[in-house]
T-cell receptor, first 113, second 118 residues
């Protein structure tokens, strides 16, 4: 079984500043993927960023980047230059190579103007 | 990216009736689809894995006779909540993986369906 833990139920950031959301996971698989999904008030799940476990280089997508620490099983998301539209629930997830996606409990991000 | 469509987005029904929710992959074929349930302010909980042409695999604690899943084609999976009761009220989300892209790991999500049972 795999578990994903997000220790921050809520986070707040000032517009234009940087915020980091934490995530730790546990899996017995050697081949897996890690994701951050965003769920805005519309409830549509939107993929923010993904990381293949076999890749050492941290994934980056524009203002979003991750700090992937494989040995520590840590996968944090950094949002730079935060925008009002970034306000949403963020879910960290682990996928053991096609079998099953396990979500963390979520972190509600609030962006202050 | 790939598109997954869910219908209906909202449904209100009387207690004791059955409700069907459809999940369609619009521009790709999905051998496997997943059904999640999400309670307010909580995470997504996997209910079952829907496999095209075979029986669904249910997670522990999910009643298979209550939540009927059919995956009759590579682009359509349905979830039927039978004899619905107020405690079945929830947000149901489906997701699918592109059959031709199994190694990327990415799941595409539907818009979700909010079920309210009166």
């Amino acid at each position: 079984a795999q578990t994903v833990t997000q220790s921050q139920p809520e986070m707040s950031v000032q517009e234009a500043e940087t915020v980091t959301l934490s995530c730790t996971y546990d899996t017995s698989e050697s081949d897996y993927y890690l994701f951050w999904y965003k769920q805005p008030p519309s409830r549509q799940m939107i993929l923010v960023i993904r990381q293949e476990a076999y890749k050492q280089q941290n994934a980056t997508e524009n203002r979003f980047s991750v700090n992937f620490q494989k040995a520590a099983k840590s996968f944090s998301l950094k949002i730079s230059d935060s925008q009002l539209g970034d306000a949403a629930m963020y879910f960290c997830a682990c996928d053991n190579a096609g079998n099953m996606l396990t979500f963390g409990g979520g972190t509600r991000l609030m962006v202050k103007p | 990216g790939a598109v997954v469509s869910q219908h209906p987005s909202r449904v209100i029904c009387k207690s004791g009736t059955s409700v069907k929710i459809e999940c369609r992959s619009l521009d790709f074929q999905a051998t496997t689809m997943f059904w999640y349930r999400q309670f307010p302010k909580q995470s997504l909980m996997l209910m079952a894995t829907s496999n095209e042409g075979s029986k669904a695999t249910y997670e522990q604690g999910v009643e298979k006779d209550k939540f009927l899943i059919n995956h009759a084609s590579l682009t359509l999976s349905t979830l039927t909540v039978t004899s619905a009761h107020p405690e079945d009220s929830s947000f149901y989300i489906c997701s699918a993986r592109d059959r031709g892209d199994l190694n990327t790991g990415e799941l595409f999500f539907g818009e979700g369906s909010r079920l309210t049972v009166l």
